[in-house]
């Protein structure tokens, strides 16, 4: 039974201690990010470790890479910068209004939700809130029930860093997150499903509460005839069955030129081969499938291609009792089979072939906009040509993945796969309100301006339109 008024207290207590946190220097939320930065780095880390292992036996190495090293890369990135963030910028102020000067104040949005995904738990709980943090804001952490040892340690993190009257962690079903969505918060960070993150939105549209959602999607890889084959193939392999496939900016399925098909089966086998070993099951680079349910959809996809007349090219292999998927390669897919309407999200990969590049973009934009887009080319041409006539959140030429790495980008997605960015200065920018000031210092031409209106007073404003 879910009691509603705790989670209201909570967010009265945070709505009520907002302007206090809402007015801390620089050093102070500096001081905070150091704090989080240790129990990620130190003291934590192994507990971090060994819960995401639980959870869906992550190696471990992929655990710091992909887990807690984006989390203190963002941390540093904003000690680097925050001090610049949050000086008021100072903008023109024009003739028209002399006398006055203007300038733009980055203010806390106020008390934040968070809800966090299951498939990296660590970074897209812990990212966020760095931002969140920066900006001077109050937050409660809403993480996925599907990492339950996971999300108890973050629990342990924040409840030993931070007061609950400033950040909170709360855990349970999608009951929590469905009460806590009644709340007037000012701001809500959303990373999930887009079939989710309308409900999100609509439950934000009740209060006008602002909305970042990073969604996900059907994110294609192109891979032209100039492209090196081997390269890219191992490159879209790693992005692909890191995290076995569990990541939103996977690649989703690989549009090739007809040409290259047999080669890049044959390279596919390889590259796996080569990355987990003839036998996958029995490697220690390659994850699991987080649950019996997604195991299940999975399986299911699968099965629906193949009784549409697809080929597996290679894998296919289930091991339920240990949430093992193969990875899996398949071709000749009709179009209404699931893996071609749905982001797959795990370890099977479709391939379409195109004659030409025109052809391959008519497909994606078929559909709706990718969180990603990838493209494997030598040709600057063509390489330009696709990214002019397509639309994504975010596009890697010659690899995949690393655009999340870069915190001088914005990371998000377009509409179905996501409103709003976030990562170093935009995801700080998402925290805050760009409040606009304008102080008078003298009597300006507006003061000069009020009724009664004359003859001279038109003169005037016919002057002003013109010249000014």
Request: proline letters at 4%.
């Amino acid at each position: 039974m879910i009691d509603n008024n705790t989670y209201s207290n909570l967010f009265n207590k945070q709505k009520a201690n907002q302007f206090q946190i809402g007015n801390t220097s620089y050093k102070q939320r500096i001081a905070k990010l150091n704090s989080l930065k240790k129990a990620l780095e130190v003291t934590y880390k192994q507990e971090i470790r060994e819960a995401i292992f639980k959870d869906f036996k992550k190696p471990q190495l992929e655990t710091d890479l992909t887990e807690l090293y984006p989390v203190i890369d963002e941390i540093n990135f904003v000690k680097q910068n925050l001090k610049s963030w949050l000086k008021n910028q100072q903008v023109d102020t024009p003739l028209a209004l002399l006398g006055a000067s203007s300038y733009i104040v980055n203010e806390p949005k106020g008390v934040c939700l968070i809800i966090s995904p299951w498939n990296y738990p660590i970074n897209l709980t812990f990212g966020p809130l760095v931002s969140a943090i920066a900006a001077g804001n109050t937050v409660i952490l809403k993480p996925s029930e599907m990492t339950p040892h996971t999300s108890k340690v973050m629990a342990k993190i924040v409840s030993e860093l931070f007061d609950e009257n400033e950040i909170a962690l709360v855990e349970g079903e999608v009951e929590v997150s469905q009460e806590l969505l009644k709340l007037p918060f000012n701001h809500i960070f959303f990373t999930g499903s887009p079939a989710v993150g309308k409900i999100v939105m609509k439950a934000a549209s009740q209060h006008l509460t602002s909305v970042t959602l990073e969604l996900g999607g059907k994110s294609p890889s192109i891979i032209d005839d100039s492209a090196h084959l081997e390269k890219a193939v191992k490159k879209i392999v790693y992005g692909k069955f890191t995290n076995a496939g569990q990541t939103c900016i996977a690649p989703d399925y690989v549009l090739l030129h007809e040409s290259l098909k047999a080669d890049f089966i044959t390279c596919f086998k390889n590259e796996v081969s080569s990355f987990y070993s003839e036998n996958p099951e029995e490697s220690n680079s390659y994850s699991r499938i987080v649950n019996n349910k997604h195991f299940e959809r999975l399986k299911g996809g699968l099965e629906d291609a193949k009784s549409k007349g697809s080929t597996v090219e290679f894998g296919g292999s289930f091991n339920a009792s240990d949430g093992y998927i193969q990875p899996t390669l398949v071709s000749n897919l009709t179009e209404d089979a699931t893996l071609m309407q749905e982001e797959i999200f795990g370890p099977i990969l479709p391939i379409k072939t195109y004659k030409s590049i025109e052809e391959a973009i008519t497909y994606i934009n078929s559909k709706e906009k990718p969180l990603a887009l990838y493209i494997f080319s030598k040709k600057k041409k063509a390489i330009d040509y696709i990214i002019q006539n397509t639309r994504a959140g975010s596009t890697c030429v010659n690899h995949n993945l690393l655009q999340f790495l870069n915190h001088n980008l914005p990371f998000g997605g377009s509409n179905n796969s996501g409103i709003g960015k976030s990562h170093g200065y935009f995801g700080f920018l998402e925290f805050a309100n760009q409040r606009s000031v304008l102080k008078q210092h003298t009597i300006g031409a507006v003061d000069l301006l009020t009724p009664p209106y004359t003859n001279w007073k038109q003169k005037i404003v016919d002057l002003t339109i013109k010249w000014f």
